[in-house]
T-cell receptor, first 113, second 112 residues
Framework: SQTIHQWPATLVQPVGSPLSLECTVEGTSNPNLYWYRQAAGRGLQLLFYSVGIGQISSEVPQNLSASRPQDRQFILSSKKLLLSDSGFYLC????????????FGPGTRLTVT | DAKTTQPPSMDCAEGRAANLPCNHSTISGNEYVYWYRQIHSQGPQYIIHGLKNNETNEMASLIITEDRKSSTLILPHATLRDTAVYYCIVRVHSDSNYQLIWGAGTKLIIKP
């Protein structure tokens, strides 16, 4: 069966510090991968998606970046965090672009102080 | 911007049917309606989706109006574990991929 992991579960970082969040998927090959951010009491905002290694599409201009160094690994990064980067970050995967169900990881709660 | 409108919160008695409404008046002909739910501080969970016809699975039923401008998610026998935020979402086609456009959802509280 397929499993999606995210770490860390929670993170507190000062403004201006770097960020690296990791997401890995097990039990499937060549998944479509997604990074979302969720502000408190809000719906999910798509940040990045990837259809293959090294292929990243950005949906929202910001100081975040994403990379996919391996087939089942998706990394979200920032060189300098802003207060507005605080939120709940979720990684998700689908089998292909037309799959009707996205499978979500447990999420990382980031607080920028 | 979200393409759906939902009430911010609803209550339902345990054992009764929970009916969650959603308006999507600007939906296009080839855009699907999806429902996910999110239990506090967890990742969202897929429930059901549909295009034109009513759909039913082991979790819920989805009723879509004939003009497709609104839909209702029905949880037939709500339990306390169904307490969650329920998101009505429109899936749109963008470039080479499909995107789920999320709104703020409805917080459903099941009361004993």
């Amino acid at each position: 069966s397929q499993t999606i992991h995210q770490w860390p579960a929670t993170l507190v970082q000062p403004v201006g510090s770097p960020l690296s969040l990791e997401c890995t998927v097990e039990g499937t090959s060549n998944p479509n991968l997604y990074w979302y951010r969720q502000a408190a009491g809000r719906g999910l905002q798509l940040l990045f998606y990837s259809v293959g290694i090294g292929q990243i599409s950005s949906e929202v201009p910001q100081n975040l970046s994403a990379s996919r160094p391996q087939d089942r690994q998706f990394i979200l990064s920032s060189k300098k965090l802003l207060l507005s980067d605080s939120g709940f970050y979720l990684c998700a995967w689908t089998l292909d672009r037309s799959s009707y169900e996205q499978y979500f990881g447990p999420g990382t709660r980031l607080t920028v102080t | 911007d979200a393409k759906t409108t939902q009430p911010p919160s609803m209550d339902c008695a345990e054992g009764r049917a929970a009916n969650l409404p959603c308006n999507h008046s600007t939906i296009s002909g080839n855009e699907y309606v999806y429902w996910y739910r999110q239990i506090h501080s967890q990742g969202p969970q897929y429930i059901i989706h549909g295009l034109k016809n009513n759909e039913t699975n082991e979790m819920a039923s989805l009723i879509i109006t004939e003009d497709r401008k609104s839909s209702t998610l029905i949880l037939p026998h709500a339990t306390l574990r169904d307490t969650a935020v329920y998101y009505c979402i429109v899936r749109v086609h963008s470039d080479s991929n499909y995107q789920l456009i999320w709104g703020a959802g409805t917080k459903l509280i099941i009361k004993p």
